[in-house]
């Protein structure tokens, strides 16, 4: 259903009809990890994904430049030293800062929304990469997404 200008929007999508895009990788020894999401909604007032992350991939400390809700589908993560299984809901207020985040053994399946900008502010980069070191994981370069003009470039 095509939409109507100046009229509210009514949409129903299926992540199974979305792609996955890669959107961090690590390399852990000989085995590439990496954070995949789908896009369900991604507009300047709402972002929605759904995200799954492999196992052991870890992700900095870092916050949003908008509130942010993360609910575990399925798996675990963990997040500082707090443990978060299946039916966690995590809450984000912009400004505030989380993490770093590990997923478990199994990897971890989240449905994340962020209401407004959703590009993530790393909170300390020497201290991740001391992280990552101190595991022996080397991080790799972003992968290349193709995101709307009115996010900007990449910066995490």
Not at 48 to 64: F, K, L, N, T, W
Not at 75 to 93: P, S
Not at 149 to 156: A, K
Request: aromatic content about 8%; some cysteine.
């Amino acid at each position: 259903m095509a939409a109507v200008p100046g009229e509210p929007r009514f949409e129903i999508r299926h992540v199974d009809d979305l792609a996955w895009s890669e959107v961090k990788a690590q390399q852990h020894g000989d085995r590439r990890v990496s954070v995949w999401e789908k896009f369900v909604e991604l507009t300047p007032e709402l972002t929605v994904i759904y995200a799954r992350y492999d196992p052991g991939v870890i992700v900095e400390r870092h916050g949003h430049r908008s509130d942010h809700l993360v609910f575990v589908l399925d798996g675990e993560i963990t997040v500082g030293d707090r443990r978060c299984g299946t039916g966690t809901h995590i809450l984000l207020e912009e400004g505030a800062t989380f993490g770093p985040l590990v997923a478990g053994a199994d990897g971890a399946t989240l449905y994340e929304v962020m209401m407004g900008d959703p590009r993530a502010v790393p909170a300390d980069k020497a201290e991740f990469a001391a992280l990552l070191a101190s595991h022996g994981i080397d991080e790799l370069p972003n992968p290349p997404l193709d995101l709307p003009d009115w996010l900007g470039p990449r910066t995490d």
